[in-house]
């Protein structure tokens, strides 16, 4: 009975301390997916100008922007070729078209301009890039 009573108790010890193991890695790795969410998130709102909706389980997400943005890691990429500033122009054009589109979309009013003036500014980009 004593073993039985001891190698319950070195189980108990065991399951406490995987226990413990479990709980810091389940925790670290929460941190880490809400830090890789929340950089997720900055880049689509710098990159399309609107902010990422949680899906609908989620209540809510938010992240704070810090005052100065983080240096980004540069990595070494081999010999990129320079983007034509005629086609970063039209990228910005366009974005700000699409930007302007979503908007008078939430609020009602007649697109049709607005989806002509993104299918001219597309015409142009692909022309461009050619």
Do not use: C, H
């Amino acid at each position: 009975m004593d073993t039985i009573l001891s190698e319950y108790q070195r189980w108990k010890q065991q399951g406490a301390s995987i226990r413990a193991q479990a709980k810091q890695a389940m925790e670290a790795r929460f941190k880490e997916l809400l830090l890789e969410a929340a950089q997720i998130a900055q880049d689509y709102k710098e990159d399309f100008g609107a902010q990422l909706k949680p899906p609908a389980g989620i209540l809510s997400f938010k992240f704070k922007e810090s005052a100065k943005p983080a240096a980004k890691k540069s990595a070494v990429l081999p010999a990129a070729p320079k983007a034509d500033p005629k086609v970063v122009a039209l990228e910005k054009k366009l974005a700000a078209a699409k930007k302007k589109l979503e908007a008078a979309k939430a609020a009602g009013t007649a697109t049709r301009n607005l989806e002509d003036k993104i299918y001219e500014i597309e015409d142009e980009l692909n022309l461009a890039k050619q």
